[in-house]
């Protein structure tokens, strides 16, 4: 795919093997213009249920009642002035829960699920074989072997949203009712509970939809964060300079994050210019999908690209993730991990931070439809980041560990273990 990216600058076709539809892959120079389609004619919402098949996630909920963006983007936007303290505490209390206290002896982490157990609130155990069953079985086959994968987990969801998120709904329901104050009024729940109403017949029915918006919303944030700081920490450990790396990370952090967690303010995170820089670097490195910005076809009469060409409709088209990262027009030497780049300190480059979208940087997408959490992530990423260097210190690795892949996507390996010892205070 990046050898076809950068032959003409024309659209090409690549091979899809989820259901033998070719994707059109188009220029850069094209995405303003996708991004300014209706979406009654090119459709991002279909675009985002092609990952998220009907077949093969756990409950038709989280395929009918997809999370409303714009109510996403509003809440986080409100709430993250809120959470600085809540979400700063709780990462550090739960990096020294899994990665332990000990001053004198190391401690040896699985990398991936170290920071699984570190970021999640709670598992989506039940999504797991249905993402693989997704890139492995063709699509006629996914009514049948779909339901089959997501049979021994649909109990594990009947349990997770028929016993604490549906009464909780309800809850929410009754109280956007009320006059009187309520200390979810902020919260991304209250938000899409306001958002849902007049959509569904009954209150029942709302909460049913409220119950599976929430329990999808919980699952992108989960793995794509995880995959994000440890591929952030292999690049690090694996690079020949690690322990200069880690030792600028730590005096950034040392100078910025003083005091307890519960007074760092907004400001101090926005001094973690190289902790931000380093995870932006890795995730252009390591994209989790070769494919970005997807959107289908879905206008009557088909659709005509700026050049011309003719797309028909049920076809997808996108960006090429691979292509645009590893461009040497727009990056200096892009094969090569430079951590600290995208902090503008050598000023042969602008300084440019984690939540910046663009042509040029597609992880948390494009446009209007960019990633509604990405702030909040960035926020916890770049926190988590900061506080393992100013805390702990870790054993370099070497050579990196490679990760794995099913179809277009990738994921750091599952199996590496890391040493890790505190830091004396």
């Keep these: ?33 996708m991004d300014g389609q209706p979406e009654d004619r090119l459709s991002a919402r279909e675009g985002q249920l092609y990952f998220l098949s009907k077949h ?74 249905g993402i693989l069953i997704r890139f492995l079985v063709p699509e006629i086959s996914h009514p049948v072997f779909g339901r089959m ?95 200069e790396i880690l030792a600028a990370l730590r005096n950034e952090a040392e100078q910025a994050l003083r005091g307890p967690p519960e007074i760092w303010t907004r400001a101090n995170i926005l001094r973690l210019e190289l902790a931000d820089s380093a995870i932006r670097e890795s995730q252009r490195l390591n994209q989790t999908t070769r494919k970005a910005v997807l959107r289908r076809v879905v206008a009557k009469e088909d659709l005509t690209l700026p050049d011309g060409t003719h797309i028909p409709k049920g076809i997808y088209i996108g960006l090429s993730a691979e292509g645009i990262h590893m461009d040497s027009d727009l990056y200096e030497a892009p094969e090569e991990s430079r951590p600290f780049h995208f902090a503008g300190i050598d000023g042969r480059e602008k300084a440019r931070k984690l939540v910046s979208i663009g042509t040029d940087y597609l992880p948390f997408g494009y446009g209007r439809h960019g990633c509604p959490g990405r702030f909040f992530v960035a926020r916890m990423l770049t926190v988590m980041l900061a506080v393992i260097a100013r805390d702990y210190e870790i054993a370099g690795l070497g050579e990196r560990p490679k990760g794995y892949g099913i179809s277009d996507h990738s994921a750091p390996p599952r199996d590496v273990v890391i040493r890790v010892r505190r830091r004396k205070a």
Aim: net charge negative.
């Design 1 to 33: 795919m990046r050898s076809q990216y950068n032959e003409q600058g024309l659209p090409f076709a690549v091979p899809n093997f989820n259901n033998f539809i070719p994707n059109v892959i188009v220029p850069p120079e094209f995405a303003q213009w």
């Design 56 to 129: 093969t996630f756990s409950h038709p909920r989280l395929h009918r009642d997809t999370l409303d963006a714009n109510t996403a983007r509003t809440a986080m936007i409100v709430r993250l002035q809120t959470l600085y303290a809540q979400v700063n505490d709780e990462t550090v209390t739960a990096l020294n829960d899994v990665w332990g206290n000990a001053e004198e002896e190391w401690t040896a982490v699985n990398l991936d699920a170290g920071f699984l157990d570190a970021l999640r609130t709670y598992v989506n155990s039940f999504a797991t074989q």
């Design 149 to 243: 994968s997501a049979w021994p987990v649909h109990l594990r969801f009947s349990r997770l949203v028929d016993g604490y998120l549906l009464p909780y709904a309800r809850q929410l329901i009754r109280q956007t009712k009320s006059e009187k104050p309520s200390r979810d009024e902020n919260s991304l729940a209250h938000w899409l509970a306001v958002a849902d109403r007049g959509k569904h017949p009954d209150d029942e029915m709302m909460a049913d939809s409220l119950a599976g918006q929430l329990a999808s919303a919980e699952f992108a944030p989960l793995h794509t964060s995880t995959f994000a700081i440890a591929n952030t920490l292999l690049d690090i450990l694996s690079s020949r300079n690690h322990a």
